[in-house]
Structure formats: structure tokens, C-alpha cells
């Protein structure tokens, strides 16, 4: 195997080749070998290769990945190791994305070896998946002669002569002994060659071509003269958001350069792909969770050739391999999916924005409904502001109606369904058209309401819903950590319809199945959407109207294009709203914008009933009337009141492992490293704590947490540098910034 360790070989064989020396990173998460080793390698080898290596005692290998290659090392030419091969002919990491991992590293402080991961699609390094070959057959050039009685050899050579090609399977299916005669007798020649697996062959392509209306060319222009990178395009649902990014992505082709397209969910909506596909044809590749593991690599493959020039996926297509980027959008920029929840927890626009400097090219956010913290940036000149006020066609948004549920209760209804979106449930599906029941359930925070009066439990500190933990039998603040008893009446009006949220869809399907028992219900949540494909065969059915009711939790809010659905029913608005982050009304006012949006996008005008215990809330009156503004101007004054980010940054620093004294162990050594910082900045904190995490333990692991609200400009650098310094044995520790679930 070891080819060549030079003392053994000639010297005259030595100045033949040039030996270079190759920096390596070994692909082994683990600080301590989170550093450049010095190998001996031929010249073949270049920067962002993978190679074969010996490390550690006895004959043991790893993989590296090649970081730079110099002509001499420190290292005494003794003790210099030779690599044991290359894995790759073309760089798996171009030169660009290698020194993006580099600055992942140092900003997320995690070793090289996870951010260069980033940039690979996981079955590359597991070597699960190869690349496919497959045989094709075609005629030789000159025919050997082919005797008169063998038909079935005449007619497999007439075969081949119509087509050119084929595959060999489908000529041996024809007849197998025909097929090995003319292989033997050298008529029909083998060639064995690579071919991609394309995932969405099934897909239908949409190839539509809009002639931009005034505020899309508007828009382009803005993107295209102004001198920022970042760009934000505020526009409501249906507003032309999409031809806007094709005609961006479009004129980047053009100028022979690439583009980065990123979608939330793209298993959620394959329209977008469908149109992407129909404009731009094979150029487009998809990386996403949801493909087979042979698909995404070959997908992958495409980008990293030049086969393919556009990559589309979620977050983790930022790390596409592509050079010369001409155009980077972030499609629903608000959604939290952009957050990565694995180590490195980097943050999509973080890298989209790097890469964009890189390339110099711009960066385009979109949203009907932006991040709170974003939309301020683009207000304050940070970002360029695209706004697009009104649907294609100025079609109308549809009309939300507010209903009053404590009203129901004190009806005695006890359904999920009002009165009055049963009566337009009825009169939706006797014209023949269809509806979406939307349920709010946000992870399984059990939140506690009062159903007389609507009420909802906060912290005094916080004013942050409180959270219900059965375990202890007590109501915990996530955000400073004090606890509550439990309550049998309301603090506010003695109700003692004491009310724990959280109604199930499946529930919900029930309930309608008894209103309506001829309407045909589809159910689209975690459990049924399983497997490869399972969002996009469920959104199929409805297309094809092979049912009249969705229902569904989140995933039926993301956006779909319906036309026949005319009513959209949202249920227990008042889940998300409570839900203890501090982002919940940001969260509650871009949910209702969405889903509120599937409904009346073509023809019939649509039309949205929006059920709550706390009908005034300005959140939802904001959200009713589509006044994105109102609900940004009132939101900021809040956050800025109450002390929330974009003002402040809450961070975490999470220490856990299963030995419970391991891990206080590691919680003493964090916490003491952070509390110098503290020290050091006292002025500079609002709150700082070490505790439990509001959830002891999770899947066997002790969880604690220490918990900072710092100054925006804080020391945030020096908390992860503290935290990410030593390893604890069996011990996990990790920052997180402004979590979005501080369970
Ligand atoms: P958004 O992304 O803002 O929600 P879309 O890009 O999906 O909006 O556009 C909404 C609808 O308007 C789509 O059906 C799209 O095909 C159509 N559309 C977009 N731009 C134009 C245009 N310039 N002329 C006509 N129809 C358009
Ligand atoms: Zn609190």
C-alpha cells in the first residue's frame, strides 16, 4: 500500500518526481488533533483533495483533507509521513470554501474537521454511496457478418440501428442470447460509463415566462444599481417574489456565473422546483434532506463539475460546491429552518453573506413577512429595501375574520370549530371548492390558558409564557429560570376553566369527519409524511383534488398554490402566540400571513377565519389587516422595552451528558470560565445564571445551562471561545445564540 516512504526508494528515482509537502487536516472531530499536520505527498496533490493518511500508532488511517500544499515543511524530513493516496482526481473543496471553513471554525469555535464536513455531502465520507455506472450498447462501427437464420440477431441489430444507443439491459431483455451472440461476434460494443441519478423525474415542469410587471423590474433595477450587497425584498404572498429571484438567477447564467437559490423546505414545495426546472432545465441542481443518499451525491457531483450551475436546497446548500457565484437568494428568510441545530450552529445568512462578499455578488432576502431583527438592518441602511405592497394582478388579499372563542365556550361549544367556520366550511364545499384547517402546534410546550377569560400565565421577570413541566408539577419561566405553582383558578377572573393547549390534528380530522361526513379529509403532519417523497405525494392529492379538506400543522402553511382553495381555518391561533420564546408574536404574525395567504389565490375570492381566546391582541389584529408595518413599529418598541434582541442577545451556553456528576463537573469548569467574562464585563449583562435547563433531562442526558442576556455588542466571541477551549469527557457543551427554544 505505502507507496514509496523515500529512504527505501533509489536516490535517482527522487529527483524525478517533485515531492510537495501537503497540510492536512485529519477528518477527526476531536480538539486535540484539531490541527495542520505535514505530509510528503507528489505534486498531483493540490489544495481541498482528500488523501489517505497514516495517523497514529501502528498502521492505523484517516482521511484529511488537503489545506494548502507548500514546498517545505518543519516537520525533520524522519519523521515526515508520505500520504497513502488521494481520494480525489478534481478537488472535493474548492479554494473558496476552504477558507470559508476556516472563519466557520474560528467564529463557531469548532474544530476544522466539522466545518470542512459542511461542505461534503455525508455519504462522501461515509463511502456508503459510489457513483453509478451502467453498460450501453451500440452497433461496432464495421458488422461482422451476421448469418440469415439468426432473426433474433437481425432484429436486435435494426433495434440499435434506429436508436444508436441503448442500455445494454434493455437489449439483453429483448432476447439475452441474441444480445451475447453479437457481443461475442463483436457486432455490438460495451461501453460502461457514469450516469447521475435525478431526483423529481416525476416532478411536472412549469416552463412559464411573466413579462415583469413595473414593481418586479423595479426591483431588479434596485438589486442591480445599488452598491450593497444585502438586499431585502418585502413583499406580500403573491406579490411576484419568485420571477424576481428567476430573472436575478437568470442574468447571473447569463453572465456565465452561478447562483445559490435557498428555500426552507423544498420537499414542501415542489411548484418552486417545478418552476425552476421548466426555466432553467438540468442546469438546476437540488440538494435536500429528502432525496435518496445516490441522489444527493450525484446531485452534488453536477454542481461541482459545472454539469449543473444552480444549486437549490435548504440551509445545508449554502456549502454548495460551486466557484464564481453571481447570486445568492434566501427565499422566506424569516423561517427558523435557516438555523443549524447541530454543531457548528452556524446561521445561513452568516455564510450566504461571506460567500456573497467573496464573489462579490449580491445577496437577496424575501420575505412577505421578515424577521423582526432583518427587517430593522434593511430600516436602518444596512440592507436595501424592496417593497412590493400588492399581490400580481392586484389581487385582493383575503378577508380574515377574527372569531371570539370564549364566546363559543360560554356557548358550550366544545368542538374546535366555531360556528361561523363551520358555516363557511359548508358553504366552501357545497361550491365545489376547497379548504385548509390549520393547527398551531409548535413543539410540545404545554401552555396554560384560562378558556373564560383567555388569559395566559407569564413570568413576572419575563412577561414570557410560563411553561407546564408534569414532572415537577410546576410552571417554569425558560428565560430566568423562576417556577410557579400550578393553578386551579385564574389569577385574573376565577375561571376554572383551566385550559393546557395543544389539540391534535388527528383530532381535528374526527371532529370534521362527524360535521362533514361526505367531504374527503387529508391529514398532512409529522406522522403522516414519513419517508421519501410523503409531503409531496400528499400535496399531489390535494392539487389533484383527490380530497377538499387539508388539515395540517406548519407544513401546510408554506407556500402552496392551491387555486381551488377558497377558506383557510386556523385554530387556536393562541398556541404559538403563548409559546415561551420572546419571538412568539413575530412567530404567531408570520404563521397567519402564510397560511392566510394559501387561501383565494385564484379565481374566487379567498377568505380566512382565525379562531382565538384573545381576540384583541394586537398581534392578530395586525396580522388580520396584512399591516406588516404596524406589527414591526409596535414589536420593536416591545422587544426594546422588555429588553429582547435585536437589542440585546440572549445566549446559552448548554453543558450535557448522562453521568449527572460528569456533567455538573463540566458545569463547575464552564461556569467559572464564564463568570471571569462576567466579571469582566459586568456592565455589559442583564442576567447571568447557571441552572437546570427548564427540561432536566432529555433522551438520558443531564441538560444545564448557563444563561446570559448581554449587550448586541457583548462579549459573545469571548463566551464561545471559554466554552469551546476544553473537552470534558462524555460531556457536551455548546453555545447557542438568541434559541428559539430555551426548553
Ligand atoms: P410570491 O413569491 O411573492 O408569493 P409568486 O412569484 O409565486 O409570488 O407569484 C404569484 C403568482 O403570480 C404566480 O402564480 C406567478 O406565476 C404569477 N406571476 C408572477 N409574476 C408575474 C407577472 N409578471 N405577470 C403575470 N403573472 C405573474
Ligand atoms: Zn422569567
Known sequence: MQRGIFQFEPPGEREKEKRVIAEVIVDIAHSDVDKIFDYACGEEVRAGMRVAVPFGRGKSTATGFVMRVKEKSDVPPEKLKEIYRVEDEIPAINGECLSLAEKISARYRCP????????????????????????????????????????????????????????ASELRALSASA????????????????????????????????????????????????????????????????????????????????????????????????????????KVAILHSGLSAGERFDEWERLRLGEARIAVGARSAVFAPIENIGCIVIDEEHDGSYISESSPRYNTFDIAYLRARHNGCKLILGSATPSVDTYRRAEKGEFGLITLPDRINARPMPKVHIVDMRREVRRGNATPFSLALREKLKACLDGGNQAIVFLNRRGFAQTVMCRDCGNVVKCENCDVALTYHSDEDCLKCHYCGAKYRPLSACPVCGGTHIHYMGTGTQRVVGELKKLFPQARILRMDVDTTSGKEGHYKILKQFAERGADILVGTQMVAKGHDFPSVT????????????????????????????????????????????????????????????????????????????????????????????????????????????????????????????MHAPIKRIQNKFRYQVLMRMAADGPLREVYAAAMEEKYKNVLVYVEENPSNLS
Do not use: C, W
Open 567 to 690: 377558506l383557510v381555518g386556523i385554530l387556536d391561533a393562541d398556541m404559538s402566540l403563548h409559546f415561551p420564546d420572546y419571538r412568539s408574536g413575530e412567530r404567531t404574525f408570520q404563521l397567519i400571513t402564510q397560511v392566510a395567504g394559501r387561501s383565494g389565490r385564484a379565481g374566487a375570492e379567498g377568505e380566512v377565519v382565525l379562531q382565538t381566546y384573545d381576540p384583541e391582541n394586537y398581534i392578530l389584529r395586525f396580522a388580520a389587516s396584512y399591516d406588516y408595518r404596524g406589527f414591526y413599529g409596535h414589536e420593536i418598541g416591545m422587544r426594546e422595552a422588555m429588553m429582547f434582541p435585536p437589542f440585546v442577545k440572549i445566549v446559552r451556553v448548554m453543558v450535557t451528558g448522562e453521568d449527572e456528576k460528569e456533567t455538573l463537573s463540566a458545569l463547575r469548569t464552564v461556569y467559572e470560565k464564564m463568570q471571569k467574562i462576567y466579571t469582566a464585563h459586568e456592565e455589559q449583562f442583564l442576567f447571568f445564571n447557571r
Open 179 to 282: 444480445a451475447a451472440a453479437l457481443i461475442k461476434s463483436g457486432a455490438v460494443v460495451l461501453e460502461k460509463r457514469r450516469v447521475m441519478r435525478k431526483p423529481y423525474e416525476n416532478v411536472a415542469y412549469a416552463a412559464e415566462n411573466h413579462v415583469l410587471t413595473p414593481a418586479q423590474e423595479n426591483a431588479v433595477r434596485t438589486v442591480r444599481e445599488v452598491s450593497k450587497t444585502v438586499f431585502l425584498i418585502h413583499g406580500v404572498t403573491g406579490s411576484g417574489k419568485t420571477e424576481i429571484y428567476l430573472t436575478l438567477i437568470a442574468e447571473a447564467l447569463k453572465e456565465g456565473k452561478t447562483a445559490i437559490f435557498l428555500v426552507p423546505e423544498i420537499s414542501l414545495t415542489p411548484q418552486m422546483f417545478s418552476k425552476l426546472r421548466g426555466r432553467f432545465g438540468t
Open 112 to 167: 476544522m474537521a466539522l466545518s470542512l464536513r459542511l461542505f461534503l455531502p455525508a455519504e462522501m465520507r461515509t463511502g456508503k454511496v459510489d457513483k453509478t455506472y451502467r453498460e450501453f450498447a451500440r452497433l461496432a462501427d464495421e458488422l461482422p457478418p451476421i448469418g440469415a437464420g439468426a432473426k433474433a440477431q437481425h432484429a436486435l441489430v435494426a433495434y440499435l440501428g434506429e436508436r444508436g444507443e441503448v442500455p
